[in-house]
């Protein structure tokens, strides 16, 4: 099994855990805190620095002070480039900078050049934190077995996750 698998686990015991006996819950439950542990452990190695927190920070003003604005003063983030496509409300996308384009763009860059050790730092991290996650689970994790009879009815995709668990 491998870190990824941690996971979907957590998920899917999430959408399972109301359901079935004492004898399945408590199973899930202490698997589940095994889970949990190993999970905060990873997810720390994608924490972000401080050093990069505040780059991200002064790259957000920037961006605040050129880009085009909605009524509560918030940046208005497209699908697309340069104001163009749809107006996207999960905060993933372009920002339409609208304020001296040229200055904001020197700006920019000279953040970035100031901060290229920091951003280096940050890509590195993420990328040894993807790798992490398709490594073998090391140490295994000696997951509380489920017998089959306690297993309620749940989902083919719901029982394919939680096979590690339950007693063939």
């Known amino acids: 099994m491998k870190n990824k698998?941690?996971?979907?686990l957590k998920e899917v015991i999430n959408r399972v855990n109301k359901k079935g006996n004492n004898k399945f819950k408590l199973a899930l439950l202490l698997n589940e805190k095994m889970i949990d542990e190993r999970i905060e452990s990873i997810d720390k190695l994608r924490e972000?620095?401080?050093e990069y927190k505040a780059f991200e920070q002064k790259r957000h003003e920037l961006i605040a002070s050129h880009a085009e604005l909605d009524e509560n003063g918030q940046v208005i983030v497209y699908s697309q480039p340069d104001g163009k496509g749809?107006?996207?409300n999960d905060g993933y996308g372009y920002p339409?900078?609208?304020?001296?384009k040229k200055k904001y763009e020197k700006q920019l860059t000279e953040l970035q050049e100031e901060n290229k050790e920091v951003v280096e730092a940050e890509i590195k991290k993420q990328s040894d934190?993807?790798?992490t996650l398709d490594q073998e689970i090391d140490p295994a994790i000696e997951f509380s077995s489920i017998p089959f009879d306690a297993v309620p009815e749940i989902e083919y995709e719901e029982m394919k996750v939680l096979m590690p668990f339950i007693e063939k």
């Not at 698998?5 to 979907?8: I, K, P, R, S």
């Open 48 to 50: 972000q620095s401080e």
């Open 5 to 8: 698998n941690l996971y979907e």
């Open 86 to 88: 749809s107006v996207t």
């Open 96 to 100: 339409n900078i609208v304020k001296e």
């Open 129 to 131: 934190f993807v790798e």
